[in-house]
Nanobody, 126 residues
Framework: QVQLVASGGGLVQPGGSLRLSCAASVITWSYYMDYTPIGWFRQAPGKEREGISC???????YYADSVKGRFTVSRDNAKKTVFLQMDSLKPEDTAVYFC????????????????WGQGTQVTVSS
């Protein structure tokens, strides 16, 4: 399985911003950053993991309603990295954020392959 690592989380006040990064945990897996869809997921305390955003290999993006207009996903193939820019953060955005190789569906976004690496904690609090 291909495991990706999310990083860049931290503590931020409501209305603030963070940019998360996603990269392969093993250098030989970097290929998948270019040639597979990448999904962003989060898991809040006591809740199931949910998909929030994804980006297809052709650059088409998807956003869950809960983050639409506030989050932006992008990819830098040269750096073998996918980013999640999070603006106007809310306390309800507090969660552990994960990225994973996924399958992309035009109507519903990404479905993870289920190969989870380490997530990064995002805490939005005043």
């Amino acid at each position: 399985q291909v495991q990706l690592v999310a990083s860049g989380g931290g503590l931020v006040q409501p209305g603030g911003s963070l940019r998360l990064s996603c990269a392969a945990s093993v250098i030989t897996w970097s290929y998948y950053m270019d040639y597979t869809p990448i999904g962003w997921f989060r898991q809040a305390p006591g809740k199931e993991r949910e998909g929030i955003s994804c980006i297809a290999t052709n650059g088409v993006t998807y956003y869950a309603d809960s983050v639409k207009g506030r989050f932006t996903v992008s990819r830098d193939n040269a750096k073998k990295t996918v980013f999640l820019q999070m603006d106007s953060l809310k306390p309800e955005d507090t969660a552990v954020y994960f990225c994973a190789t996924s399958d992309y569906y035009a109507d519903s976004g990404c479905r993870s392959h289920g190969h989870w690496g380490q997530g990064t904690q995002v805490t939005v609090s005043s």
